[in-house]
């Protein structure tokens, strides 16, 4: 029975059709058409029907090429359909006339195999990238040439031109209608040369390069040249490009709220003010009338520099990105969603190269869902869960239009009035709910119901008024038909949906809120049944500690519910193979691998369940192993030279504190040797974790350097084989202590512990050897 009742505030929207008729630009209609993909003004066509893609950038040139595969299947399988990713000149030709495609710079390669895991992309080809890489990407001989840079100067130009022919050489048959090119973006963070973007878009189509949608990036109030290009957006919760000492920026609180504003203007303001590339004070820039609202920079994790070092934990990214979804976002994009490594030293961005910040001269983990060692964040468990939404209702969403409740949040200092927003097309939809921030905590709401106003009345739920607790993040369904049911509402998460196999029926699966009573109503003349039935009739109140199926029937058409607690909702895999959709359950991270069937990597024995929805049931997985389950163990760090008085600062630029140099980590820094067991080299995958306090720490690996860590709190995890370690080799960590004056901004917790130390911070707290061991099913999946 539900609990009584709690004081109800009924919280109100009225459903907003879309204010123009649906129309089509000539991208990817008349001009660069594609056999799959096209935009409309509302949304992006997918296979001929509405859909949201969900796009997520990995470098190439950033992640060891043997580790490309499982990147891209494990992206796949956390439900990104689109991989992006910055194409560096830098990296390519360092020297001028000496480029490389080599290796892990075969951006071919990578097309390719992104083709063979299903995924689509998009190529963001500079010439100017930023990505916080050396020169913005210009090699050193073009940021010297004697030209104006990022304009339509001619001898710069000449430069472009040159570099564009080698990637049209590169990709040659890898572009046009039937490819898994995309999407080409031009540019980057250009603010007032939309002349220069049309030209740029010239000479890549004089290169060969090719794709149904071109983009480049908007917020910052940019000017864009009308029609040709689609404007993208982003959306950070925090960032470290705002000073040390600096609240929290209300140009990231604001993503924390439902909004009809897209524009961003921190992203880039330090380098807009450092080079003077717009104006700061541009009006926001709002979607173009031709286009539907995209992003392709939503917080999948943040950069650390040296003076500043966001750690975003995982609510955070999802709260981000749930909000984009409920403000009408047609496409999902993510910076960055698996992290890596810069492929030499020297190629970071520095204060030294003209920039106003430092990053580390090797890591770029970015905190992001799939981290540079391969090791999930909780924002991917996070994510994973939008993105199987998407994918089963993203056709019925692309059509619904994004509207605000009447009593909206007075500010962004308002942590009292609920965040939610309403997408509908006027007889069904979807309620976000969206009740987190970081860094100012909110309280539980009480007593919320919600009335909707759609075309054929008012829809009021849930019945009983819920108190909706902080770290909520819902999208509630209003009238939702599934396989010829009708589920009026329910105040749990549709997840996706399980297609009719033999002897089944479709099963429409949901997650219950943590902390939030699970109310059901059906249609009229719904007849439900189930052992977990809370009463007879069309609305239920059910109990949400265990998985519960119920079975909804009206007339001959036949529907399965399938509720799973909160806490199982958060190990659920969807994977789209060629039997349809597959749920499973998995704390470790799993994919399909070349043959379609379940591949992944465990620390011990691994555990994965399948839900057989012909028996309504939660199987194991019969899988085989790749050696044998190994747990980590601890590694000895022996000291060799402790370490010396750290200054209070190494020098600063623009009012941030300058990172120190390599000479001076050797000299000031406490030395580890660490002796790895052979058993680091038996698995496939093995990671050092090392926890330790301070400012900078770097590994050696027989006296070079080969990565780096700003210290933010947050366990530093490597790849064995990645970081060139082998048996024989000597492994050294150097830890530089952090003086308690430096302008350096942590995160609360690591400004905790560093305001307990009366001096200079360092500790080496522990470091583990955490080996994973490969798996495989024994044989592929029938529901028969």
């Known amino acids: ?34 056999e799959r993909f096209r935009v409309t003004n509302r949304y ?19 992640v060891p090429r043997e580790r490309w595969e499982e990147r ?73 040439a004697p030209v104006k840079h990022r304009t339509n100067d001619a001898g710069y130009l000449e430069l472009v031109k040159r570099w564009f022919g080698y990637l049209g050489q590169e990709l040659d048959g890898l572009m046009g209608p039937g490819s898994n090119v995309i999407g080409i973006q031009l540019e980057n963070e250009l603010y007032d040369q939309p002349a220069h973007i049309t030209e740029l878009k010239k000479l890549a189509r004089n290169a060969g390069l090719s794709a149904p949608v071109w983009t480049a990036t908007a917020w910052g109030g940019a000017e864009l040249p009308d029609g040709e290009v689609l404007p993208l957006f982003g959306g950070y919760g925090d960032g470290f490009w705002v000073d040390a000492d600096a609240p929290w920026d209300p140009t ?26 717009g104006s700061g004070t541009r009006a926001p820039r709002t979607p173009s009338g031709l286009f539907p609202p995209a992003t392709c920079e939503l917080a999948g994790g943040m950069a650390t520099a040296y003076q500043r070092r966001p750690w975003p934990q995982g609510l955070d990214v999802a709260a981000v990105a749930h909000n984009k979804i409920g403000n009408g976002s047609a496409w999902q994009g993510y910076y960055m969603f698996a992290g890596g490594m810069n492929p030499a030293d020297g190629l970071q961005e520095s204060q030294a190269t003209g920039y106003p910040n430092d990053l580390p001269r090797f890591d770029y983990d970015f905190h992001a869902p799939i981290g540079a060692s391969g090791r999930l964040a909780p924002s991917f468990a996070a994510l994973r869960k939008q993105h199987a939404f998407l994918a089963a209702f993203g056709d019925r969403l692309a059509e619904m239009p994004s509207t605000l409740p009447e009593v909206l949040p007075t500010g962004i200092d308002d942590t009292d009035t609920l965040r939610w927003a309403l997408r509908s097309d ?19 709401y009480r007593g919320a119901q919600f009335e909707v106003m759609l075309d054929g009345g008012p829809v009021t739920f849930p019945e009983v008024p819920v108190d909706v607790p902080a770290g909520t993040i819902a999208h509630w369904p209003v009238n939702l038909e599934v396989g010829g049911v009708t589920l009026e509402w329910a105040t749990a998460s549709p997840l996706t949906v ?78 789209s193979g060629r039997r349809g959709r597959d749920l499973v359950f998995s704390t470790d991270p799993l994919w399909l691998d070349r043959d379609g069937l379940l591949a992944g990597r465990s620390q011990g024995e691994p555990a994965v369940d399948r839900y057989n929805p012909r028996t309504r049931s939660f199987v194991p997985v019969d899988i085989r192993t790749a050696g044998t389950p190994q747990r980590g163990h601890s590694i000895e760090a022996r000291l060799v030279r402790p ?61 070079v350097a080969v990565a780096d860590r700003f210290w933010d709190g947050s ?35 690591a400004q905790q512990r560093r305001e307990t130390i009366p001096g200079d911070l360092l500790a080496l707290d522990a470091v583990r050897l955490t080996t994973w061991t490969g798996w495989q099913e024994k044989a592929g999946y029938s529901v028969a």
């Open 1 to 34: 029975m539900p609990n009584p009742a709690p004081a109800s505030n009924t919280l109100r929207a009225i459903h907003q059709a879309w204010d123009s008729p649906l129309t089509s630009p000539a991208m990817s209609n008349t001009l660069d058409r594609h």
């Open 44 to 62: 992006v066509e997918i296979g001929g029907k509405p859909g949201i893609p969900v796009s997520g950038e990995l470098h190439f040139s950033r």
């Open 72 to 144: 891209l299947r494990l992206m796949k399988a956390g439900g990104i359909t689109v991989v992006a990713s910055y194409i560096f000149w830098i990296h390519h030709e360092r020297t001028e006339g000496k480029v490389s495609f080599d290796g892990g710079l075969d951006v071919a390669a990578f097309v390719r195999l992104c083709a063979e895991a299903g995924l689509d992309v998009v190529l963001r080809v500079g010439p100017w990238c930023h990505g916080e890489v050396r020169n913005g990407g210009f090699p050193d001989w073009v940021q010297a």
């Open 252 to 277: 990231f609180r604001e993503h924390f709220f439902f909004s009809h504003v897209w524009d961003d203007p921190g992203i880039g303001a330090d380098l807009r003010e450092q080079f003077g590339t």
């Open 426 to 444: 006027g007889s069904a939809g979807f309620l976000f709910i969206t009740w987190h921030q970081p860094h100012i905590p909110l309280d539980t």
């Open 498 to 575: 399980l297609e009719a196999a033999p002897a089944a029926v479709p099963t429409l699966v949901l997650a219950a809120e943590a902390g939030i009573p699970v109310e059901l109503r059906f249609a009229p003349g719904t007849e439900v049944s189930g052992p977990a039935l809370s009463a007879p009739g069309r609305t239920q109140h059910l109990a949400a500690d265990e998985p519960v199926v119920l079975a909804a029937q009206s007339g001959d058409a036949v529907l399965d519910v399938l509720l799973l607690p909160a806490g199982l909702a958060d190990q659920a895999w969807v994977l």
């Open 643 to 703: 370490a010396r008085p750290v200054p209070v600062s190494y020098g600063e630029a623009a009012n941030r504190a300058a990172a120190p140099e390599p000479d001076v980590i050797d000299g000031l820094a406490q030395t580890y040797s660490l002796d790895l067991p052979a058993g680091a080299f038996a698995q496939a995958h093995a990671e050092l974790e090392i926890h330790w306090a301070g400012d900078v720490a770097r590994v050696l690996v027989d006296g």
């Open 715 to 749: 366990p530093w995890l490597l790849n064995v084989a990645d970081c060139g370690i082998i048996p024989g080799t000597d492994v050294v960590l150097q830890i530089l202590p952090l003086s308690p004056q430096a302008k350096v901004g942590l995160p609360a917790e």
